[in-house]
């Protein structure tokens, strides 16, 4: 597979939202060039298009002390024009945390140490469960009940989540398709509105940054079941899915 365009044509709008996910929330028009030959009008035009309908409220890789991958990125076998976005969920029982911020005392039931564990066990699989041996947490985001998008494998990176039911017939969803994981499991029945909302944040935001799903005709938002390699991903957020949620 190639691409099929030089993608260039959207390479300062692509830098600017990469910068915004490495500096977390911080506005897109804010610090960029100021005054350096580019005139404001320009600017602020840029700007109010790359965070129509909204920004998500990302927490940087820094922010929530991601460990580095172990590989570099794949930046250059991933064409989610040619696919969309796949949404996931945790899995598990109850996966909703009450906390939010990093709490030393209780670091596990926090979403950082949530986020941090599933890197963790992503990337170190304790040797009795087995699983896969990711480079880096397998997700592109990870949408917390509180309306956070904590960044994983971030922009234009291949992720690892997607899954081929069988290898020797690839079909390619870990090259098409982005990976946005809610963080909820099997016993949360009902998504927060927060979650649903930051989700579609997060849809818009790869749609307008890198053209998810633009080259497809038909639906190019998905369950992880539709692919083939779960059977109950992603719980409860899969109705939204068949509704159009986060189209
Ligand atoms: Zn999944
Ligand atoms: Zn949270």
Redesign the pocket.
């Known amino acids: 597979m190639k691409r099929p365009e030089n993608p260039n044509w959207q390479l300062t709008a692509r830098e600017w939202a990469r910068r915004a996910e490495q500096v977390g929330q911080q506005p897109l028009h804010g610090g960029h060039e100021e005054g350096k030959g580019k005139d404001k009008d320009k600017r602020e035009a840029e700007a109010a298009e790359l965070s129509t309908p909204r920004t998500p409220r990302f927490i940087s890789r820094t922010e929530w002390k991601a460990e580095e991958p172990e590989e570099t990125p794949n930046t250059r076998e991933f064409w989610p024009e040619w696919g969309g976005i796949v949404i996931h969920y945790t899995g598990g029982g109850d996966e909703m ?1 009450d906390k ?1 911020d990093w709490d030393p005392r209780d670091p596990w039931h926090t ?1 950082y140490g949530q986020v941090i564990l599933i890197q963790r066990k992503q990337m170190h699989p304790w040797p009795v469960i087995g699983g896969e041996d990711y480079s880096d947490i397998a997700y592109n985001y990870l949408v ?3 309306g ?1 998008t904590f960044v994983g494998r971030g922009l234009m990176v291949q992720p690892g989540a997607n899954g081929s039911p069988d290898p020797k017939h690839p079909k390619w969803n870990n090259e098409r398709y982005y990976a946005i994981c809610g ?1 909820l499991g099997s016993e949360n029945k009902e998504p927060p509105q927060a979650m649903l909302d930051e989700i579609k944040a997060v849809a818009d935001w790869v749609r307008t940054n890198d053209q998810a799903g633009a080259r497809i005709e038909g639906r190019h938002v998905k369950g992880h079941r539709e692919l083939g390699s779960s059977d109950d991903c992603p719980g409860s957020l899969y109705p939204y899915i068949g509704k159009g949620y986060f189209d």
């Open positions: 945390m939010h979403c917390c009940r509180h956070y963080l």
